[in-house]
């Protein structure tokens, strides 16, 4: 089956550890994103990238890494100098153009000890 | 800075009515609005608007966009239990192909 999947779906971690979230896809799209989802502020972008070995900060990129060494996935690592990490964290893809949609995956909740 | 507005924040109907869901956006570089749904976790795809002032269809609900006035509604019509989400909207920046979210509309549709 094509799609998207992250893993973990449930992530508890102390504070002041670093954190790695795994974003992988089997759809063959060139561009890869990660947003935050906090309660009443809909989605905000973290980073995201249009084609290997390449990406953009997004608008709170703050505390946050990311790596594309393959085409197929896009590791988050939340590290200890994100504030308050403890979010609904999406990934998503999109093949490269203005036509055509994001596709997400099922998201991985983080929450920070 | 880039801003999506959607409104009601939340809305709570009963089984059968229509509800008109709204989205106001100031995007710098707009391509296209766009709208999901979400449910428990992933956001899935309902609409993307491009051209101003065509409806789009897709079984009982419907959108449109105003580029002249920079404002989107996504119609549902004969609401029923399984249309209870959060519905998100969207504007895309050309070239970067960022999406801005809004908010979110928490939508419950009770029976």
């Known amino acids: 089956d094509g799609g998207i999947t992250q893993s973990p779906k449930y992530l508890f971690r102390k504070e002041g550890q670093n954190v790695t979230l795994s974003c992988e896809q089997n759809l063959n799209h060139d561009a890869m994103y990660w947003y935050r989802q906090d309660p009443g502020q809909g989605l905000r972008l973290i980073y995201y990238?249009?084609?290997?070995?390449?990406?953009q900060k997004g608008d709170i990129a703050e505390g946050y890494s990311v790596s594309r060494e393959k085409k197929e996935s896009f590791p988050l690592t939340v590290t200890s100098a994100q504030k308050n990490p403890t979010a609904f964290y999406l990934c998503a893809s999109s093949q490269w153009g203005n036509e055509n949609e994001q596709f997400f995956g099922p998201g991985t909740r983080l929450t920070v000890l | 800075e880039d801003k999506v507005v959607q409104s009601p924040l939340s809305l709570v109907v009963h089984e059968g009515d229509t509800v008109t869901l709204n989205c106001s956006y100031e995007v710098t570089n707009f391509r296209s609005l766009l709208w999901y749904k979400q449910e428990k976790k992933a956001p899935t795809f309902l609409f993307m608007l491009t051209s101003s002032g065509i409806e789009k269809k897709s079984g009982r609900l419907s959108s449109i966009l105003d580029k002249k006035e920079l404002f989107s509604i996504l119609n549902i019509t004969a609401t029923q239990t399984g249309d209870s989400a959060i519905y998100l909207c969207?504007?895309?920046?050309?070239?970067?192909?960022?999406?801005?979210f809004g908010q979110g509309t928490r939508l419950t549709i009770n029976p």
């Open positions: 969207a504007g895309l920046i050309q070239g970067a192909q960022k999406l801005v």
């Open positions: 990238s249009q084609i290997v070995n390449d990406f």
